[in-house]
Each structure stands twice: as structure tokens, then as C-alpha cells.
């Protein structure tokens, strides 16, 4: 049988199986426990069938969108989805007929989530049916069936949308695999791959006007000149990284987030899966909805509003990275200055400039401030059960900046990339807050 992440959900499963046997009545489950549960049996699914960053922001994004459009009947509350581009009216509810909001709201979820690019659906079959069967055991059959229809209904407005953002059109793209002008990104080792979601700047936003609505400045000229204001970068990053402290090289791995790292020993190569930097704030989105205390409408709110962010952040710094097409430090310094360096991790399959969790976690890390509040102490234990790790913080932000200069002791990313890329992040935050808060 599975191993279920959610503590929740395994003791639910251990109790059901005795209420079988001495036939009381099921206990239902705790509405915000679901929320929680139903994101983390995605990310679960995310990681296992290895989806890039910015694809697995699409499946995020848009099954947090439906699960908070039923769920927010519950108290009234407005609508987000027509305040995003794209989206038509959302259905509303029956008046004359009872509704099971969480059920509703987890209907949508999973109906979004199997039909926008979950593959594992074994595993998604066998949760559902614990969480279904609870339903079941708690509602009755007019009930239960009114919430899955109505689920239904909301899930079908944003597939429909989802069928239309330039996605499928993505897929049939050629291959980006650099250029051998100088300066211009080209293939890292050590696999040599190329570039991952080249065109993801095509990709139709949420609440952005255009994927380069916030396009940075441009980076420095490429000069490998000793004292242009290029090598200074790259020997910055090469410094840093042959006198790494334990906490840096601690920092670096705590954030890396790569989520199929390819691992070499002699001729055998084998994939380390890991949570995708989407995956862990959204994983932090979680600890702090439990930490605060979050109603069922606020969590849900809270995992919308997060994934919004993350996926237009993904765009926007997506389309700076193709346009600039920059070159990655690793490729630099094996040229002009140690043949024989490698980064302390991996670096990933798409050009340097911006960092892509600078500008990611930034973003989310905005909009969770202004949901929640500044210096929100919290300890984050996302990657826990991956990598085994925990760290405390003194608020969002604080998490968010060290998540970007992880990049820079990681070796893959210089100091003006981090920094840029935050601040764009700041940027489509800023934007999510003004346009739906």
C-alpha cells in the first residue's frame, strides 16, 4: 500500500479501517487539514512524475484557482478567477440545493489537476477514494452528489481556460540549444542538456499585461577583460565558491529545488527527484495557514493567491532568460579561469539571467507578507521527508532572500542575477496584491 505524506491522512485511514469493524459514525474531516492535504498529495505527485519548475507552477496554479472558486461560497466571498485574464463568469451555486463546500472545492481540485498533466493516477486514485468514501460516510446522497456536480462545473470554466493558454502550442516547439556566440548561454555540464521551456514567455498570464510588463534591465556586456564589471561577476561567484562555510554550502542545498538532478558514480547515472521551488512555497503557504490559524476560505485563499504569483513569476522570468540567452557561470570560469571548477549544485538546463528562484520567491513571499503580516517568525520543514532539513525564520522576506543568494553560493547564478531577479519578484507580487487583494 502507498506511504501517505499527510500525518492526517494516516491516521484517517487507520481509523476508518477499525470503523469498519465496530460501525460508528466517521469522523469528517477537518476542512483547512484537507486543503493542506489534497496540495501536498499534488506536490507528491509533481515530484514523482518530474515535471519542470515552470509546468509544475500550470498545475498549481490552476487547481488552487478551482478549489478556492468553491470553496469561497462557503462565506460569500469574491470571486479571483474573473479578476485574472482569460477566465469566464463562474457558476454559482443552486440555491435551492445543499452543498458540501470542501467536497465541492475538492472535486474542482483534483478534476483540474488530472486533466491540466497529472500522469500518476493510480496513486491519486487510491487518495481520493479515502477522502471520497469519508464524504460519503458524512453526507447525504443529495448532498454529496449537488457538491461534485457543482465542483464539476467550476472545474470545467478553468480547464477551459487552461485549454487556450498556449500550453499544447508549447509542446510541439524544436529544441533551444544555445548559441556559440560569445557570452550567450550554451549547454552546462555535466549532461549537456538543452534549454528547458524556452517559449514558457508565451504562456498566457494571470494578472501580468504581457510576460515582459516588468523586463529588467539588461546585463552587463560580456567582457573577460580582468576588471570589467563581467569578470568581477564571475569572479565573485568563483571566490565565494572555493571558501563556502558549512552554513553556505548548508544554505545552498536547503534551496536547491532541482528537481531531477542527474548523479554520477563511475558509468552509472541515475535521477535524484526532489520538490520544485514552486512546490516548496507553496509547501510554505501551508505551514503558515496551519501556524495561523487560517479559516477554510483563507487557506484557500492563501494557496490561490501564492500559486498566481509563482506561475507569473515563472513568465516573466522566463522571458528575460531567453531574450538575454545569458551565459551560465560554470561555463565561464572552466574557460578563463579553472578547468577543472564545478558548482557546488547542478546547474539547471536554461540560460543564467534572471535566477528563477529569486524571482519566484519573491513573489511569493510578497503576497504572503500582505495575506498574513511582516516578520511572521516560522520554521520551514517543506523539504523535511526529501532532504531531511529545517530551517527557522524571522519572516517571509528573510526566507526569500535567502533563497536567492543560495543561487550565487550554489555556483550557478552571479550577484546582479539574484538581486535583479528579486526585485522583478517584488515586482509581480506587488502586482497580484494590487489587482485581486
Known amino acids: 500500500m502507498k506511504k501517505y505524506s499527510s500525518v492526517f491522512f494516516a491516521f484517517f485511514l487507520a481509523n476508518l479501517l477499525v470503523s469498519c469493524l465496530i460501525k460508528p459514525k466517521v469522523d469528517k474531516i477537518e476542512p483547512v487539514n484537507l486543503l493542506i492535504s489534497n496540495e501536498d498529495q499534488l506536490t507528491q505527485i509533481i515530484i514523482y ?146 534549454g528547458v521551456e524556452w517559449c514558457w514567455n508565451t504562456m498566457k498570464p494571470m494578472v501580468l499585461d504581457s510576460a515582459s510588463q516588468f523586463a529588467p534591465v539588461r546585463p552587463p556586456k560580456f567582457d573577460t577583460k580582468p576588471g570589467s564589471q563581467f569578470h568581477n561577476l564571475v569572479k565573485e561567484v568563483y571566490d565565494i565558491n572555493k571558501n563556502l562555510s558549512p552554513e553556505q554550502k548548508l544554505v545552498a542545498k536547503y534551496w536547491d529545488d532541482n528537481p531531477f538532478v542527474i548523479e554520477h558514480s563511475g558509468h552509472m547515472m541515475f535521477g535524484n527527484k526532489k520538490i520544485t521551488p514552486g512546490g516548496h512555497w507553496m509547501g510554505i503557504a501551508s505551514q503558515i495557514i496551519q501556524q495561523e490559524k487560517a479559516d477554510p476560505v483563507k487557506a484557500a485563499q492563501t494557496f490561490a493567491l501564492t500559486s498566481i504569483a509563482l506561475y507569473d513569476g515563472f513568465i516573466s522570468c522566463w522571458d528575460e532568460k531567453y531574450r538575454s540567452s545569458y551565459i551560465r557561470p560554470v561555463t565561464v570560469i572552466k574557460e578563463i579561469i579553472d578547468k577543472d571548477w564545478m558548482p557546488l549544485l547542478q546547474t539547471p538546463p536554461f540560460p543564467e539571467y534572471t535566477s528563477g528562484h529569486s524571482t519566484i520567491t519573491a513573489a511569493a513571499a510578497t503576497v504572503l507578507t500582505k495575506l498574513y503580516r511582516d516578520n511572521l517568525v516560522f520554521e520551514d520543514s517543506s523539504d523535511y521527508k526529501y532532504i531531511g532539513l529545517k530551517r527557522k525564520f524571522n519572516s517571509l522576506s528573510a526566507a526569500a532572500d535567502e533563497c536567492s543568494m543560495s543561487r550565487v553560493y550554489g555556483g550557478i547564478h552571479y550577484t546582479i542575477s539574484v538581486n535583479t531577479g528579486a526585485q522583478m519578484g517584488k515586482q509581480v507580487g506587488g502586482l497580484v496584491i494590487k489587482k485581486l487583494l
Do not use: C, Q
Open 49 to 194: 512524475d518530474v515535471f519542470t519548475p515552470p509546468v509544475a507552477s500550470r498545475i498549481y496554479v490552476y487547481s488552487s484557482i478551482a478549489a478556492y472558486e468553491a470553496i469561497r461560497h462557503s462565506n460569500n466571498s469574491p470571486s479571483i478567477a474573473e479578476k485574472l485574464n482569460g477566465f469566464d463568469k463562474m457558476p454559482l451555486p443552486d440555491k435551492r440545493k445543499k452543498y458540501d463546500y470542501n467536497l465541492a472545492a475538492t472535486e474542482a481540485f483534483f478534476k483540474v489537476a488530472r486533466n491540466v498533466k497529472v500522469f500518476s493516477v493510480d496513486s491519486l486514485n487510491a487518495y481520493e477514494k479515502l477522502v471520497y468514501d469519508n464524504f460519503k460516510a458524512n453526507l447525504d446522497n443529495s448532498t454529496y452528489a449537488a457538491s461534485v456536480a457543482f465542483g464539476d462545473t467550476i472545474a470545467a470554466v478553468i480547464l477551459k481556460r487552461a485549454k487556450t493558454d498556449g500550453y499544447f502550442i508549447s509542446r510541439g516547439k524544436a529544441k533551444y540549444l544555445g548559441s556559440n556566440e560569445p557570452g550567450k548561454w550554451r549547454p552546462t555540464p555535466p549532461d549537456y542538456l538543452d
